[in-house]
């Protein structure tokens, strides 16, 4: 049995460039590198942005736009941008917040020293960057 779908494929390769590509971002500003930051989420370009216009580039590509696959892939895809740059920034905004009060409560319940994860949202141009790497790479597979 032979395993040959381009578009799973294209969908791949676009979320892992993107991790690799945050690796690198963060080593140039950092000078340090953070293997946390190839599967962590959040960050420049959007993997979850390249990860679904990869599909939805390489969907229509294969299959034409004018049908079922196209469309839930584009829907998946939308649903998918407007999730990381609302629900998950604004969570991840109420994060730091949440974090900076703790660290400044003077008789913080031992329960209460876990910090919560901040970096879990995009900004708009994170989306965007994800979403220009991840056509690059769905024309490309």
């Not at 690796?23 to 959007?46: A, C, E, N, Q, Y």
């Not at 696959?69 to 895809?77: D, H, K, N, Y």
């Not at 913080?108 to 901040?118: D, G, R, S």
């Amino acid at each position: 049995m032979e395993w040959n779908n381009r578009m799973l494929l294209a969908a791949v390769i676009g979320w892992a460039s993107a991790q690799f590509l945050k690796v690198l971002l963060d080593f140039i500003r950092t000078k340090h590198i953070s293997f946390d930051r190839f599967v962590g989420s959040g960050g420049m370009p959007s993997s979850h942005t390249a990860f679904v216009i990869a599909l939805v580039t390489s969907v229509g590509k294969y299959t034409g736009i004018n049908n079922a696959a196209f469309a839930i892939a584009a829907a998946f895809a939308l649903v998918t941008m407007y999730d990381a740059t609302g629900v998950r920034r604004a969570a991840g905004e109420q994060a730091k917040i949440l974090n900076y009060m703790m660290d400044n409560w003077k008789n913080a319940p031992q329960m209460f020293q876990k910090n919560l994860k901040e970096l879990i949202g995009h900004t708009p141009l994170e989306v965007i960057a994800g979403a220009f790497l991840g056509l690059g790479i769905g024309l490309l597979v």
